[in-house]
Antibody, heavy 122, light 107 residues
Framework: QVQLVQSGAEVKKPGASVKVSCKAS????????MHWVRQAPGQGLEWVGI????????SYTQKFQGRIMLTRDTSTSTVYMEVRSLRFDDTAVYYC???????????????WGQGTLVTVSS | SELTQDPAVSVALGQTVRITCQGD??????ASWYQQKPGQAPILVIY???NRPSGIPDRFSGSSSGNTASLTITGAQAEDEADYYC???????????FGGGTKLTVL
């Protein structure tokens, strides 16, 4: 079955960087783009960015341009999200989610990782 | 562009409830819907207007008209109490955007 397993919780100081992993299994890794979504405590879901495991093309929401980088390792079917220059308001649960689409008008996130809590604290 | 959802909706046990999502991008793209319970990752409940993944009860259905997408639960159960989020592609940026979420209470 399709499964996304993320790395464990992290505690970082402001200004530091964090790298979260998302290991995919149960499907052809390069056949589906991968999204990252974050959720601050008590808040809603926020789309962060997307990576195409087949080639590494990325796109990020304007809010995170320059501070977030998505990469992938096809040999281990793993995508990574690195957040640089961490701020207190980056404290959130970060999810990876597999992209599926059937046309140019419908996309959905059919499988989600379990989430990784990143806490930014001095 | 944004997707707008009512922050909270309530429904009596066994009754029908509709959760809506409004946004200009919905005139061009279909919405998907996600259910999230406290402390859990979201799960997909409706995609491509009115399709359910396997394992999602048929009391969940979706529809779309103009700039509004709707998630309907027909015969709400206690276990349906959760936060519900819509998502669609943003027609102006080609990125993706979530609605603010609707907290559903089953009375």
């Amino acid at each position: 079955q399709v499964q996304l397993v993320q790395s464990g919780a992290e505690v970082k100081k402001p200004g530091a960087s964090v790298k979260v992993s998302c290991k995919a299994s149960g499907y052809t890794f390069t056949s589906h783009w991968m999204h990252w979504v974050r959720q601050a405590p008590g808040q809603g879901l926020e789309w962060v960015g997307i990576i195409n495991p087949n080639g590494g093309t990325t796109s990020y929401t304007q809010k995170f341009q320059g501070r977030i980088m998505l990469t992938r390792d096809t040999s281990t079917s793993t995508v990574y999200m690195e957040v640089r220059s961490l701020r207190f308001d980056d404290t959130a649960v970060y999810y990876c989610a597999r992209d599926v689409s059937n046309s140019a008008t419908a996309w959905w996130f059919d499988t989600w990782g379990q989430g990784t809590l990143v806490t930014v604290s001095s | 562009s944004e997707l707008t959802q009512d922050p909270a909706v309530s429904v009596a046990l066994g009754q029908t409830v509709r959760i809506t999502c409004q946004g200009d991008s919905l005139r061009k793209y279909f919405a998907s819907w996600y259910q999230q319970k406290p402390g859990q990752a979201p799960i997909l409940v409706i995609y491509a207007k009115n399709n359910r993944p396997s394992g999602i009860p048929d009391r969940f259905s979706g529809s779309s008209s103009g700039n509004t997408a709707s998630l309907t639960i027909t015969g709400a159960q206690a276990e349906d109490e959760a936060d519900y989020y819509c998502n669609s592609r943003d027609s102006s940026t080609n990125h993706w955007v979530f609605g603010g979420g609707t907290k559903l209470t089953v009375l």
